[in-house]
């Protein structure tokens, strides 16, 4: 290899999911056995989303936001609310495959 002791080994991977996936790579030689674990991290595309939120004055309104969980393994989110009057929970969980509500409240102080 002329000194350089590295080899690229390019490896083809398309999810049809979001998710971890994890995989083991066996690489045999006469005198070497190597094992190699990998996991992938596949995102969902970033989507853009808006809320409006219609109350009278000093009336709360809740809108329940879906969080479907379609991977491998179960997720749980902590949530930083920025902006005075919203409130939701600080910690949700979801399990596979499951989709749970988080309630994200506006309690207006004023009009």
């Known amino acids: 290899l002329g000194g350089n002791d590295t080899v690229e080994f ?9 998710g ?6 066996l690489l045999k030689s006469s005198c070497d056995i190597r094992v190699y674990e ?3 991290v596949v995102n969902a595309d970033q989507a853009d989303a ?7 004055a000093y009336q709360a309104v809740t809108q329940e936001i879906p969080i479907s969980n ?9 949530a ?4 005075q009057c919203f409130h939701g929970p600080p910690v949700i969980n979801v399990p596979v ?3 749970v509500q988080y309630p994200l409240t506006f309690k207006p102080v004023a009009e």
Do not use: M, N, V
Request: with cysteine.
């Open 50 to 56: 808006q809320l409006e939120f219609l109350t009278p």
């Open 80 to 83: 930083h609310l920025e902006g």
């Open 38 to 40: 990998i996991a992938f």
């Open 70 to 78: 379609i991977s491998s393994e179960d997720w749980r989110f902590e």
């Open 10 to 18: 390019p490896i083809k991977f398309t999810p049809k999911y979001p």
């Open 97 to 99: 495959g499951e989709t």
């Open 20 to 25: 971890c996936y994890h995989c083991q790579i």
